[in-house]
């Protein structure tokens, strides 16, 4: 742009005489630099100024509209895609741990009903198994008794039996001893009368 300014103030600047022979160029400022205004803000250059202005913000403004912005527009839209796209991805991963969780819940609550049921089962047949061999035990202890009270009381009979045969052999012995010999049917009876006191 900076060149096409360039070229609209030196066509419009008149170009300056060569000096004749043997005289010398004056210049319009004694310090040598170029004189009138500067070029931008010379009215005489606004048109050219506005027609370039004209054709660059067109060309910029066709330059946005046709390339630029649809590129920025595709990428905005690209990454709306890809956030919804995450979005939806999130809930349904946020959905499947819902439902996993909903499962564990379950097998873990099927999990602690079973093992109470087994642990039930398994305490009622404990039960049951202790209960039958306590019976069995008692059972087996009621008929030990019953033997014991009937070997006691055979040994009782055989004993009783023995104390009399004892009483009778130790009161003849000391009866014949102390009195002289007495039948053994005197000496059974008087054991006999004895013992009925």
Known sequence: MTWFISQAYAEETPATATPAAGTTATTAHE???HGGVFPPFDPSTFPSQLLWLAIVFIALYRLMSKRIIPQISGIIE???AAIKADLEQAEASREA???AGAAYAAALAAAR???GSIAAETRNRVNHDIDSNRRA????????????EKHVDDVKKAAVGHVSSIAIETTNALVDSLIGAV??????????AAEKR
Request: hydrophobic share 55%; aromatic share 0%; no cysteine.
């Open 137 to 148: 035990a008692e059972a087996q202890l009621a008929d030990r008794l019953a033997l014991a």
């Open 113 to 115: 009903a079973k093992a």
């Open 78 to 80: 690209a990454r709306a």
């Open 31 to 33: 310090g040598g630099g």
């Open 183 to 192: 039948s053994h049917d005197e000496v059974v009876a008087a054991v006999a």
């Open 97 to 99: 741990s819902e439902a």
